[in-house]
């Protein structure tokens, strides 16, 4: 079965979602950034969602998860909770 492994960062605004980012891009750890913004409950581990398989997630999400390019900052992406900013580590 496929699976996959990310991590996001998830916040109200898009324009959160944009700082963050561009923050990402002058080097700050996801991590640390994910510990401090995120409102999800994977802040705790540092924005990692763990294991992922179809179904499992929203699909805006699953989206980027299953086809977009690995290990790159994809994002703002909207869904009912908020604005997440997505980084894809591992998929089979």
């Known amino acids: 079965m496929r ?15 944009e700082v963050l ?6 080097g700050e750890p996801f ?16 924005g990692d969602l763990g294991e992922i398989y179809p179904g499992q997630l929203v699909r805006p999400i699953e989206q980027v998860i299953f086809k977009k390019a690995l290990l790159q900052v994809h994002g703002p992406i909207k869904t009912q909770f908020g604005y997440h900013l997505v980084v894809v580590y591992f998929r089979n």
């Not at 980012?21 to 002058?26: I, Y």
């Not at 991590?31 to 540092?46: E, G, I, W």
């Open 3 to 17: 699976s996959a492994m990310a991590k996001h960062i998830l916040v109200k605004t898009k324009a959160e979602a």
């Open 21 to 26: 980012k561009e923050r990402l891009a002058n």
């Open 31 to 46: 991590a640390r950034l994910a510990r401090r913004f995120s409102m999800c409950p994977s802040r705790k581990r540092d």
